[in-house]
């Protein structure tokens, strides 16, 4: 990627955090007594994603393994799925910043068509691992949570949604589904000259992207399956954010008890912040969410009693300020790896540099 480039994707990477700081509606003071309150699990709840972005680039690796050759040195890999995902949480609509970013990086190693089509698959995978996330979290709340009926009507529509997702993905996955897309948005409004233009203009490449995503879960099954048992259990293993804090804050429950909470919890809040993907680090949503289901669990507090609305409230608003800095940090993170390093061992391919 060239230098120019990368500096429009820096720029605006910190105007977003400024953007996400200033409508931070916490106060300075009030943060730090919740920080205070974390005390060391504050590392623990950071150290966790080094772990989990380390599973992200293992998945990405996969993936781009599975249509040929991987010349990007792993730690280069690493450096652009942490700041990938860290423009992805300053950006409206998520994907509209980090995606574009990690193709322009992949490019000069393995060109634009496989940098696209091992992006594309590993947001698809990423996704398809939400889905199965939040079926699975719905199972386990019949199966442990006693139900009133509010959460009769609730539940099942949200297994509707992740097996309607599933049931598309498959497709998505056996056909491929970026020449779809493309259709898609170019029956939209304001969108139908541009759409016909681009599907004339690349078609052909169009169809051999597709034809490669296709060709992991056709022919490639290891790697499809290894690239979503990752991302699966990466999912599972963010649970133990919230488990963390829960022992924190004395929530009382046997250590299985707790856990199937955290995945719950961590499920339907991540399902209420995606549906709201609009919203930059999905402000305001993932605070909704961790205060729906911490309050909907019905979790006994440090005398055993069941928690009341204030106290589950309040659970909510720290956990949710915990996650919310832990995504400030990486996102700040994420910012600053983009400038270290930025040309060792890089490929020399100006034909398909951007």
Not at 183 to 190: A, N
Not at 325 to 338: A, D, F, P, Q, S
Request: charged share 15%; proline share 3%; glycine share 8%.
């Amino acid at each position: 990627m060239k230098n120019k480039t990368r500096n429009i994707f820096f720029l605006f990477g910190i105007i977003a955090i400024i953007i996400m700081i200033l409508t931070f509606k916490v106060s300075f003071v009030e943060m730090w007594n919740h920080i205070r309150h974390a005390g060391y699990w504050i590392f623990a709840v950071l150290g966790m994603w080094i772990v989990l972005y380390f599973m992200n680039a293992c998945t990405w690796r996969i993936i781009i393994k599975g249509s040929g050759d991987c010349p990007i040195p792993f730690w280069k890999l690493y450096k652009i799925t942490i700041t990938g995902f860290a423009l992805n949480y300053a950006t409206p609509a998520g994907l509209m910043g980090g995606e574009p970013y990690k193709i322009m990086e992949l490019t000069p190693y393995i060109g634009r068509e496989r940098a696209t089509s091992s992006v594309l698959l590993f947001a698809m995978t990423h996704i398809f691992a939400h889905f199965w996330y939040w079926l699975t979290a719905v199972v386990l709340y019949v199966l442990f949570v006693p139900i009133d009926t509010r959460m009769a009507i609730i539940l099942p529509l949200i297994a509707l949604f992740a097996l309607s997702g599933i049931y598309l993905f498959v497709r998505g996955y056996k056909r491929g589904m970026v020449v779809g897309l493309v259709k898609f948005v170019s029956k939209i409004p304001g969108c139908k000259n541009w759409g016909r233009r681009f599907l004339e203009t690349h078609v052909e490449e169009l169809r051999n992207i597709d034809s490669q995503i296709a060709q992991l879960q056709g022919q490639n099954k290891n790697s499809f399956y290894g690239s979503f048992l990752l991302e699966y259990i990466g999912r599972v293993l963010q649970s133990f954010e919230i488990f963390f804090m829960l022992r924190l804050v004395n929530v009382q429950g046997t250590v299985p008890q707790l856990f199937m909470y955290s995945f719950v919890i961590l499920a339907f809040t991540s399902l209420f912040a995606n549906l709201l993907f609009f919203m930059p680090l999905q402000l305001g949503g993932r605070e909704g969410g961790f205060a729906m289901s911490t309050v909907q669990m019905k979790m006994a507090g440090a005398t055993g009693a069941l928690l009341t609305l204030k106290e589950a409230m309040t659970i909510a608003v720290f956990i949710s300020i915990i996650c919310r800095l832990r995504e400030l940090v990486w996102t700040c993170i994420g910012m600053m790896l983009m400038k270290v390093a930025t040309r060792v061992g890089e490929r020399k391919t100006p034909s398909e540099e951007i």
